[in-house]
């Protein structure tokens, strides 16, 4: 599970870079052709990851149900977000990765729910869930570099 984590970290460390090089008013801009935003797309990664990994291990989320459902699959920005929850999402990025070992490193995680994804990967473990995140998370990064370039 090393290399999943580490291909994680470098995912999350570029996000981090992103949101520490824009201004809000770039976090939050909207390019003409996109649905969403900068800080929509890094937001996203947390809250996906929290309820592949937690929720559907049966265990509370690190994130609240109302972040969640802000920042879900299907949603788009309703509005600018302020800088205080800019620096949540920076801790956040960093907070919920380091839990999320520190978990798994103490055999926290003992159950997994199997979930289908929108995409149609099959989770049937956490391992499958991990392994989905950052394939998720890449995606995102991807969006969020395409997006750069626009605002």
């Not at 984590?5 to 470098?10: L, N, R, W, Y």
């Not at 149609?120 to 991807?142: K, M, P, R, S, W």
């Amino acid at each position: 599970m090393d290399s999943v984590f580490e291909v994680q970290k470098t995912i999350r460390n570029i996000l981090l870079k992103v949101l520490d090089n824009h201004s809000l008013e770039q976090l939050n801009k909207i390019p003409e052709g996109f649905s969403n935003n900068l800080i929509w797309n890094i937001a996203h990664c947390i809250a996906s990851q929290q309820v592949l990994v937690y929720k559907l291990s049966g265990l509370k989320m690190q994130v609240s149900n109302e972040f969640v459902a802000k920042y879900s699959k299907g949603t788009k920005p309703e509005g600018d977000v302020a800088q205080a929850e800019v620096d949540e999402v920076r801790v956040l990025l960093s907070s919920t990765l380091n839990q999320t070992i520190k978990d798994f490193e103490a055999g926290t995680f003992v159950a997994y729910n199997a979930y289908k994804t929108s995409m149609g990967f099959d989770l049937n473990t956490l391992e499958d869930a991990f392994n989905f995140v950052n394939y998720h998370e890449g995606i995102h990064t991807g969006i969020v570099m395409s997006i750069r370039k626009f605002v």
